[in-house]
């Protein structure tokens, strides 16, 4: 079973006094009612989600499900997977305002979306959520990689008796 860990993010933007590029973990992003979580493929964007989700007592849908008409319920926050898998087809429609608009339309007062860093257009992609009054401040923050403390904590869950030295033979 794998284990997940409060991973730690870096802060883009800068809302409520938290500065651009403080570190916090994802359990402290619970703070915040509306965040982007950016990060390079493979990264582990989809996995932190989840944890997020599973804190807040909710599931993960793919932004694509959630644009076809799936609804989880609006008593939790909104755990949304996949922005630039769903604007991958090549559409000229700006898909960042419909999904603005059917939060908005659903009355979603918490979200969380997630987005490869490469693909994420900035002010391009945070202003329809603040032009459609779903929010004055976007919280974006980028996953930043796995530290030793992390690793070991994998490990661990993995049945690794001593990750510490494992990690050492690794970097040797």
Known sequence: KKKQINR??????EIDGVKKYSILTLEELRAYPHIVLLGEPGIGKSTALDYMAKISGANVIK???????MFPDQEFPLFLDALDEFRSDGSTIDK???????????????????????DWRNTADTSPFIEMGISENVLVVQLLPINHEEACLILESRGEI???????????
């Open 8 to 13: 730690r993010v870096a802060t883009i933007t």
């Open 63 to 69: 932004v694509r499900t959630f644009m076809h008409g």
């Open 96 to 118: 960042t305002y419909e999904l603005a608009r059917l939060i908005k339309e659903r009355k979603y007062s918490q979200w969380r979306l997630t987005c490869r860093a490469e």
């Open 162 to 172: 001593s990750p510490d030295e494992f990690l050492e033979q690794a970097r040797n």
